[in-house]
């Protein structure tokens, strides 16, 4: 038995998420079912997380247990072949019999994307969250930085049915950027992890920010812990997962 991995890239406009859930098309499930097709039987993969519906990615990273001695290039080719045009599989790797491509991950990197002109391009929307309103961008950059270091970020997490209630929702922030460029406003953080919802509502509490109805210094409490709980969360189809890295092997 082969332990294999691949890195995915997706427009997850027409899916309901990464996780397979009954009746409704995944990203997991598509790729579930063109790796049946190729072993003869069902193939379970795990991911190295769960992006929310609509959410897209340049590169997650997921890994099965593959009977076939297809070699990597060909096993690449043909899942491309099988899976629909939104998804591509841009990388197949050999791994060690037990890696896990979501517990041995180091870090994860996202963006987000804000269309600031009155007009978005239509071949744009499903990518950007379009805001054309008036924001303090200086100050949101400021708010940006804050959630830089390790912190509680339990104000920043969804309900999740799929986590224990006691599991830590600590987490350690390497890079919090945002910044201008031309007609779009980016936020881009890389950290060690991320729990649900979380970029999304950073960025829900940044917009909060640029529109003056929270201060920069809101996050010395709300990174403390405690019951504190962001109140607005950014459209999915802003975000896009970047990369997600492991140790040098």
Not at 100 to 114: F, G, L, N, S
Not at 179 to 206: A, P
Not at 241 to 246: D, F, P
Request: charged residues 25%; aromatic residues 8%; glycine residues 6%.
């Amino acid at each position: 038995m082969r332990r294999l991995s691949i890195l995915v890239s997706y427009d997850g406009t027409a899916y309901h998420g990464w996780q397979v859930q009954p009746g409704l098309p995944t990203i997991e499930t598509e790729i579930e079912k063109a790796l049946k097709q190729l072993e003869g039987k069902p193939v379970h993969i795990v991911g190295s997380g769960r992006t929310d519906a609509g959410v897209h990615a340049l590169a997650v990273c997921a890994a099965f247990s593959l009977e076939s001695p297809i070699p990597e290039a060909n096993l690449r080719k043909a899942l491309n072949n099988l899976l629909p045009h939104d998804i591509r599989i841009n990388e197949v790797r050999e791994r060690h019999a037990s890696f896990h491509p979501r517990y041995d991950a180091i870090a994860k990197t996202y963006e987000y994307r804000i269309w600031r002109e009155e007009i978005c391009p239509p071949f744009l929307r499903r990518y950007l969250h379009h805001h054309p309103y008036p924001l303090d961008e200086a100050a949101m950059s400021d708010a940006a930085t804050r959630f830089l270091g390790e912190h509680d970020f339990t104000a920043f997490a969804s309900a999740d049915h799929a986590s224990k209630a006691d599991r830590s929702k600590v987490r350690t922030i390497y890079d919090s950027r945002l910044w201008r460029h031309e007609e779009t406003l980016i936020f881009r953080i890389r950290g060690s992890g991320f729990l649900k919802h979380m970029v999304r509502n950073m960025t829900g509490f940044l917009l909060e920010v640029g529109k003056g109805n929270a201060a920069p210094s809101d996050l010395d409490i709300l990174l403390l812990g405690g019951d504190a709980k962001v109140a607005h969360s950014a459209p999915s189809q802003g975000l896009t997962q970047i990369s997600v890295e492991y140790p040098v092997s």
